[in-house]
């Protein structure tokens, strides 16, 4: 490749491979994650660059398995290495137990260490200088996530001239919580340092303008749409609102094989063709799993009616189990499902079926397609691709879709056909899925074609595309597909 063509170099906290060593040989697998899904698509074959962390600690010699995953990507990736202290601090401290639970509401579970913050800092500096290492000025940068809010700031303090633009995954907290963050001002000075801030919606942008307003009253914002421009000390950034999307025709292609047509038809005759609702979740929080346990058990109480007549499947993905804090909520969730199943289970019938494990991406679309409804109800969600995923996967176009009205991906789908609820409302939530399998099955299609739609045109593509274009004015085409291209070069 020649020394001036552009490249899209993506950074994020992981790297996308899963790393485990194997009788002390190091094997790396694709890794998962809402991220991962996001931009593999549109890195392979288009010569780009992924910088993160490989997810072990200190330095391991992993060069060759990471050539060799490259080679068959179709993109480069490059490791940042982080020591013990660094993963605790950066990592499990200020990210997880600062960021993460401030901005999705949960201040009273953040920890304001100031050495997390020192920690931070210093991880940040790790990750730009990788970025300065195997990057060029022509190239785009597109950094991702709370994890590196810093990184901008960390290049223009290196005197490293490059586009920067930076995409926020999480929500963006009003001030009220927001002005809790001792570092608030040199956060929002730090963001301030990429070309282009993109959050979910346009609510995260505007709690960030009033974040804004309030630390530096000196800054000049102007603009509407995808064009406001915040000026401060003669510099001047965007901030824009693309919410996030799925590869569409992947999930419903997958969801059309006769591979998974054959699973749906297992899973549903396994559970004696009762309706299915599900819950997809990692084990987290903020995605109140017990309040729809809670609204489950409500609904058996108030509407027996339903009794035996359905299966709730609630998969929870493993995460974090190395938190105490995650291991608690495990046993809480585990305690919920025995006892609603002890209330009201029957000989043949048991109202929730509790999953705690990780699922191959067949069983998981053959679920989404069997579900007559779709349980989507987090407490706070940057997004939730689960929604769009359960969407794209119901081929046949009858499920119901019930999401929290404090998902991201409310604003999009509440216009085409979701059933928004209030999550701390457990009353209320058993209400809609009363009302769900009372509705006609003309009005499931009609609302299900509708969700389905509106995702296929705002799909993962469309997403990149709408971002590179504000922040580098740049399409994904921009990047074509190579050939003869060594990617770890």
């Not at 004696?272 to 809670?294: A, F, H, S």
């Amino acid at each position: 490749m020649e020394g001036g063509s552009k490249r899209l170099v993506v950074v994020s906290n992981r790297l996308p491979v899963a790393l485990s060593n194997e009788g002390g040989r190091w094997v790396i697998k694709p890794g998962g994650g809402g991220l991962v899904t996001a931009l593999a698509p549109v890195l392979k074959n288009r010569g780009g660059l992924w910088i993160g962390w490989s997810g072990a600690k200190g330095e391991v010699d992993i060069v060759d398995p990471l050539a060799e995953f490259s080679r068959e990507a179709g993109y480069s990736l490059h490791p940042v290495y982080l020591t013990e202290e660094e993963v605790a601090g950066y990592y499990h401290g200020f990210s997880n137990e600062v960021i993460w639970p401030l901005f999705h509401d949960f201040q009273s579970r953040c920890n304001f260490n100031p050495t997390y913050w020192r920690s931070y800092l210093d991880a940040n500096l790790k990750f730009a200088e990788v970025v300065v290492r195997f990057s060029r000025d022509s190239d785009y940068i597109w950094v991702h996530d709370y994890h590196l809010m810093h990184l901008a700031f960390m290049l223009r303090n290196m005197g490293v001239p490059r586009s920067c633009g930076f995409f926020l995954h999480i929500p963006f907290p009003p001030p009220d919580i927001f002005l809790k963050l001792p570092w608030r001002a040199k956060i929002v000075r730090s963001l301030l340092e990429y070309d282009l801030v993109g959050f979910q919606t346009g609510r995260d942008r505007s709690n960030f303008i009033s974040c804004l307003r309030a630390l530096l009253p000196e800054a000049s914002i102007s603009g509407r749409g995808n064009e406001v421009r915040v000026t401060l000390l003669g510099r001047t950034s965007r901030l824009g609102a693309f919410p996030i999307s799925i590869d569409f025709n992947a999930f419903a292609n997958m969801a059309s094989s006769g591979e998974v047509a054959q699973k749906t038809k297992d899973f549903r005759d396994a559970l004696r063709q009762r309706k299915i609702l599900l819950g997809v979740d990692r084990l987290d929080y903020t995605k109140g799993i017990p309040q729809r346990i809670e609204a489950i058990r409500q609904m058996l109480f108030k509407f027996p009616d339903l009794r035996e007549r359905f299966s709730f499947v609630q998969l929870a993905v493993p995460s974090r189990e190395e938190i105490p804090e995650y291991n608690a909520l495990k046993i809480e969730i585990e305690r919920l499902v025995g006892e609603v199943n002890g209330q009201f289970a029957q000989p043949g019938w048991v109202p929730i079926q509790y999953l705690y494990r990780s699922l191959p991406r067949e069983d998981l679309v053959a679920y989404y397609r069997a579900a007559d409804i779709a349980l989507v109800t987090p407490l706070r969600d940057g997004m939730n691709l689960v929604a769009k995923e359960y969407c794209a996967s119901n081929v046949s176009e009858t499920g119901v879709l019930i999401l929290s009205e404090f998902a991201g991906a409310a604003g999009q789908l509440q216009k085409n056909g979701a059933k928004l609820v209030n999550p701390h409302d457990v009353e209320g939530v058993a209400k809609v899925i009363h009302k769900a399998f009372h509705t006609d099955i003309a009005d499931h299609r009609r609302n299900m074609h509708r969700l389905r739609d509106s995702i296929r045109k705002a799909d993962i593509f469309w997403w990149v595309d709408s971002f590179l274009q504000n922040a580098f004015s740049r399409h994904l085409n921009d990047f074509p597909p190579l050939e003869g291209v060594n990617f770890h070069s």
